[in-house]
């Protein structure tokens, strides 16, 4: 989920995660929550549904169009913002209550980095090692750059791990420099 992660947005998100946890509903307000992402991921989307011209009946019906399975209490979390003028929240919200209920499940996500794209296979041995190094379920989101060379860069959260060729070329020249 691309875009800026605000402060406010955490707020919100463990807010939503402590109401989601009371009712056990992780997985109806993880839906809720990446439908609330999407209707406001773009400025102009946030300017119409903000604007004069939206009464509380068309907001509604738009936010059910989106998410025809969503409760009234996930509508009211729409409404609350929408209220506020808060919906340009809803990526940052989206980020940080993903992140928090993966927490809440022992996932962790890595991205990895190829020069060449992964098979599934390799991909599945991947997930298994990296689960194995962290005691969490790993997922794996995959890119390709062909300007590391080869060799795979992950990155876990705050956490780089970087074995690709152009890396270790890179130290190998600064030895060799340091010898002479």
Do not use: C
């Amino acid at each position: 989920m691309a875009g800026t992660r605000d402060v406010a947005g955490a707020r919100y998100a463990n807010a939503v995660l402590a109401l989601a946890k009371q009712e056990g509903n992780l997985d109806g307000w993880a839906a809720a929550v990446a439908a609330l992402g999407e209707l406001t991921e773009r400025p102009a989307f946030v300017q119409a549904l903000q604007g004069d011209g939206m009464t509380d009946e068309k907001f509604q019906a738009i936010v059910r169009r989106v998410s025809p399975n969503i409760s009234q209490t996930q509508l009211n979390l729409f409404r609350l913002l929408r209220r506020k003028s808060r919906l340009a929240l809803g990526p940052s919200i989206a980020s940080f209550f993903q992140d928090l209920l993966d927490e809440e499940r022992g996932v962790a996500r890595a991205v990895v980095t190829t020069a060449v794209d992964l098979d599934a296979e390799r991909r599945a041995q991947l997930e298994q090692k990296l689960s194995a190094q962290t005691g969490k379920r790993v997922t794996v989101e995959t890119r390709v750059d062909p300007a590391i060379l080869g060799g795979v860069v992950v990155r876990i959260g705050d956490r780089l791990l970087d074995g690709s060729t152009r890396t270790r070329l890179r130290h190998l020249r600064g030895q060799l420099e340091r010898a002479l």
